[in-house]
């Protein structure tokens, strides 16, 4: 059973949960300790462990996410996966009311990889993620920097692919990411 894409967190709160606009600081609050009490160990989709270790060879490789880093870098090391990644960017490394789709997760993240200028490919599993990249990419330019940012939508994760109609390419299954980012 593939897991289904989860909204931006304060969408979550506020449209699909009722939270009230003025406490949506407080409910991000607890989301971190929530995770970090839970020690389930997400499984990796299908072909991904075998396909992580060939990216990484090609350029370095950054998470930016609204989970919590420590989990995600507990989950990455019990897989076998975490020297893919050069940077993990959690909810707790930025600001709440900063949270995808606003950039300063991609921009924090390109500070940890040393990272200024370039192309940059970002593989995102919902809508919110391909904004998150397109503003990525308009925070970059207004920051005077020569950078592109692709998004490439991993419709393997269960999101309808209508959902993620803005991606610049979709990519079916993780064996096919190398062939789609040579190719963008």
Request: aromatic letters at 6%; hydrophobic letters at 45%; one cysteine or more.
């Amino acid at each position: 059973r593939r897991p289904r894409p989860r909204p931006p967190a304060r969408e979550l709160y506020r449209h699909a949960l009722g939270g009230p606009a003025d406490r949506l600081d407080e409910a991000g609050a607890l989301w971190g300790p929530c995770q970090l009490a839970d020690r389930t160990l997400p499984p990796l989709f299908g072909g991904l462990l075998e396909v992580l270790p060939r990216l990484a060879a090609l350029a370095p490789m950054g998470i930016c996410s609204q989970n919590d880093r420590e989990n995600i870098l507990s989950a990455l090391s019990a897989h076998g996966a975490a020297d893919c990644f050069s940077a993990v960017v959690g909810h707790a490394d930025v600001d709440f009311a900063h949270q995808k789709p606003d950039p300063a997760a991609f921009l924090a993240c390109l500070d940890h990889l040393g990272l200024r200028e370039g192309r940059f490919a970002y593989i995102g599993d919902h809508a919110g993620d391909i904004a998150f990249g397109r503003n990525a990419q308009a925070a970059l330019r207004a920051l005077g920097r020569t950078a592109e940012v692709v998004c490439v939508a991993a419709v393997w994760s269960g999101a309808p692919a209508a959902d993620l109609a803005d991606a610049d390419a979709v990519d079916a299954h993780p064996a096919d990411l190398p062939a789609i980012l040579q190719d963008l």
